[in-house]
């Protein structure tokens, strides 16, 4: 596999994981569960979690909840009905992704 087509392979698992991530945002998950997940998906797909060891980040997702403006690292905080705003981050080889989820109100 060369250039574009790595690249499209990238991009294409990278979606894949941010809508498989997105599948597991519901009130009482914490990030850390879904960050387990989510680094299972990856390692099962051959491909390696780029935030994880970078810089010494110690996750494979970044997760912003509420507060957290970015770059939040998963921890056993329960993602709940008031959450106003949950942005995970993923990078899959080179492509990335990030989206915005809002439970409640």
Known sequence: ??????????CQLAAEV???????????ITTQDID???????IQN?????PLNYGKFPKSV??????VMCHGIPDSRCVNQDS??????LRAMVAATAETRSLGN
């Open 36 to 42: 387990q997940a989510v680094h299972e998906m990856i």
């Open 18 to 28: 941010l809508k498989y991530a997105g599948s597991l945002v519901h009130p009482g």
């Open 46 to 50: 051959g491909a390696y979690p780029s």
């Open 1 to 10: 596999m060369q250039g574009i087509d790595r690249m499209r392979a990238s």
């Open 84 to 89: 106003r705003h949950w942005l995970m981050r």
């Open 62 to 67: 970044c997760t912003s909840v509420n507060e």
